[in-house]
């Protein structure tokens, strides 16, 4: 059984720290690209947040969250990581991560992914 499983999330002040892991299985993690999206309050599409490539040598942000959060992953451990930094109130919402290995448009466009995880809530207070 395919799985992708979040952790991490949780209430953190303004400024603040939070890393988000990504544990997979039933898969084969080292073919597979992981991207992390959130969801926000108010919007119905999922936003595109970091994307790193299979074996690790390419990885791209959103500008929102560009010199703030680092995208990660350890292929022996099949897990994925987002380490996110200065958080601000606007980086609240559920924070998925997503497997895809084709991808016909850019790393931000969710329809790509084959496999996506629960989500873990992430709340910034300010």
């Known amino acids: 059984e395919v799985q992708l499983v979040e952790s991490g999330g949780g209430l953190v002040q303004a400024g603040g720290s939070l890393i988000l892991s990504c544990a997979a299985s039933g898969f084969i993690f080292d073919d597979y690209a992981i991207g992390w999206f959130r969801q926000v309050p108010g919007k119905e599409e999922r936003e595109g947040v970091s994307y790193i490539s299979a074996s690790g040598d390419f990885i791209d942000s959103a500008d929102s969250v560009k010199g703030r959060f680092t995208i990660s992953r350890d292929n022996a451990k099949t897990t994925a990581y987002l380490q996110m930094n200065n958080l601000k109130p606007e980086d609240t919402g559920v924070y998925y991560c997503?497997?895809?290995?084709?991808?016909?448009?850019?790393?931000?466009?969710?329809?790509?992914?084959?496999?996506w995880g629960e989500g873990t809530q992430v709340t910034v207070s300010s």
């Open positions: 997503a497997g895809g290995r084709r991808f016909i448009g850019p790393w931000s466009a969710p329809a790509d992914y084959e496999f």
